[in-house]
């Protein structure tokens, strides 16, 4: 199995999250973190991002348990990036209830050298600006993923536009494709998306599954029946570290291997939101998620 | 293939509808006359509904163009059922601007004799009190479909939940499973609706498709990708009445033959949504439908 490298950017951060399900402080989170704890159940992720000097020890102890290779997380003066936010009932909308960027105001990811033909380069939830940035240490031989949110769509769409230019996977929800098509109807969205440059776009639709959007055509796989939902934060990250984890176990970008992907990441997401932060991730078996493969498998069978 | 008698009660209505594709005045609608028409193309359904005095012709041509049994279709004194309604942007909500239930007022459906074991009766949104009429004179041998709306289940629920208990295939959307079930997860919706009684429940999620719940587990199937949409009017009624039809072909009620009766059901409300009334039913030919159903199972192989 030729494997590629898989680089993810994005923040590692101390979450304080309460919803439907009770309330937990200092939930190791962050974009980054979600994506490589979930890839690495695929593959070995280099997780590239800042924490501060008051990053706990355990924390790094909980990264540690997973084959993630943690050589370019950076420890810098300041505190460690920090958001607390709050679930409404039935998980139908969230409240940031504070931000504290910490160390994460001076970061600059960089690659130190270009990637080799193939590698896969995960840009998670960061500035449109430091994403350029990253894509043009990158060079132009790498798989490009990225995902963004609603608050860069409105306040650097230019920048982003640039990225997606160079895109070759863009994940984003349901909301982000209409913000940022402008098309109410998913189809259209989705295929005006994938007009902006990337090669392939999955918009994912929480409880209603994926889509994705390629040359080809239009893949859709539903989520698997979760009666359970403890904390949402994290599933999409979840969703795109599987599903590049998985990408990365070959150099096969075909169609196939694309929606084989999508089905990693909707396993791992509905073991994700069953705890809060990485805790039921902690707890998977390889076997448990051949299980839910199958399981999905005879979901849509007719 | 040992076919099955396919019995619809339900409205044959002249409805005016307006919204994001336009205005149309007296177009062939209600709950039986979409069902029996999506029906047509796979059994020979019986249409039990009343008309007025003034039905037009026309109508009772368009009917006339497919394989409906129209013997119970009585014309009775005073006005056809008349609904207008007005569709927001993007087809987000509906809006009733008039209402005339006419001749359907003193609408007492019969069937005159008890089904043979096998037959498959569909009860279409009309009011419980009428449906537990039917399921009496139907007596215990059929199987029985059943769809409602948010109204009954407000207003009479009760006659609703007697009906439910005698339900072999209960259809609702999502809304109107929230609402019955007072769940807001739909996997709980689901299960805790075929608790009250019915044997199989599928519930319609529109544009994000299907979930069926039997006592074997759940199916999901997402919606064929639209595009373009121009009257929604009758898509769930088209759904039940091609999922219905198919069923009727043979005498096997499986969860493997409900899941392929959903496709069915998934492909004909497809087409039903892109023009206003029947009229793009009206244009369909078997091989469009097996052109959309390997669209399905193209558009979620993985």
């Known amino acids: 199995m030729a494997s590629s490298r898989l680089v993810i950017i994005g923040s590692v951060a101390l979450d304080s999250i309460e919803g ?53 997380l950076e420890t810098l003066d300041g505190p460690t990036f920090r958001w607390s936010g709050r679930y409404t009932a039935g998980f139908k909308s969230r409240e940031t209830l504070s931000l504290n960027l910490g160390v994460f105001m001076q970061f600059l990811p960089s690659l130190n050298e270009k990637l080799p033909p193939g590698s896969i380069l995960f840009l998670g939830n960061i500035d449109p600006d430091l994403q350029l940035a990253v894509l043009d240490q990158a060079g132009p031989d790498a798989f490009v993923a990225c995902d963004t949110i609603d608050h860069w769509i409105n306040a650097k769409k230019p920048a982003l536009l640039k990225g997606l230019a160079k895109t070759s996977l863009m994940f984003l929800n349901d909301e982000e494709a209409r913000l940022l098509s402008g ?35 239009i893949a859709a796989l539903p989520a698997l029946p979760l009666e359970g939902v403890s ?45 809060f932060g990485v805790e039921r991730l902690r707890k998977v078996a390889p076997a448990d998620i051949d299980q839910r493969l199958t399981a999905l498998q005879q979901l849509i069978k007719f």
Do not use: W
């Not at 005006?192 to 994912?204: Q, S």
């Open 20 to 72: 439907p399900a009770g309330k937990r402080d200092d939930v190791l989170g962050g974009s980054a973190t979600y994506a490589c704890y979930s890839a690495s159940f695929f593959a070995k992720p280099e997780l590239v991002a800042p924490v501060g000097k008051d990053f706990p020890a355990t924390a790094r102890a909980v990264l540690a348990e997973r084959p993630i290779d943690t050589t370019a």
């Open 183 to 217: 098309e109410d109807n998913l189809i259209k969205a989705g295929k005006a998306i994938r007009k902006m440059g990337p090669k392939a776009v999955a918009l994912k639709k929480g409880e209603h599954g994926v889509l994705l959007f390629t040359a080809d055509g």
């Open 231 to 275: 904390d949402p934060t994290g599933a999409g990250d979840v969703f795109a570290g599987a599903a590049l984890g998985f990408l990365a176990q070959s150099a096969d970008r075909s169609d196939a291997r694309l929606r084989a992907a999508l089905a990693r990441g909707t396993v791992m997401s509905s073991f994700a939101v069953e705890d």
